[in-house]
């Protein structure tokens, strides 16, 4: 079984950097994935990075200010983001895959953590 917990939300100001993460237990996952939820709006993508960190997608809305990385001694994945506007305020989610090529799609996402809010203020 695999268990995700995402960690480092809360409330920042517009233009501030925040860092994600989110620690992973169990087998058999390779991809890992950052998706978000507004209030009244589908579960997005936002970042994916590969087993090896040598494929990594990003959501034109966050490319250049968000930072998706790996450390897998730790079986952590971090989010780093930066330039943070009001419209980056969402619920955060996790997620792993058994796939080892990287994705942007939700389905294809096997494991889901709880998630964790980020609010930027304006």
């Known amino acids: 079984q695999v268990q995700l917990v995402e960690s480092g939300g809360g409330l920042m ?60 001694a730790k079986n952590t994945v971090y989010l780093r983001m930066n330039s943070l506007k009001p419209e980056d305020t969402a619920v955060y989610y996790c997620a792993a895959g058994r796939r080892v090529e990287t ?3 939700r389905q294809e996402y096997d494991y889901w953590g709880q998630g964790t809010q980020v609010i930027v203020s304006s």
């Open 103 to 105: 994705t942007t799609r």
């Open 13 to 72: 100001q517009a233009g501030g950097s925040m860092t994600l993460s989110c620690a992973a237990s169990g087998r058999n996952w390779y991809v890992m994935g950052w998706f978000r939820q507004a209030p009244g709006k589908e579960r997005e993508f936002v970042a994916a990075i590969s087993w090896i960190g040598a494929n990594i997608y990003y959501a034109d809305s966050v490319q250049g200010r968000f930072t998706i990385s790996r450390d897998n």
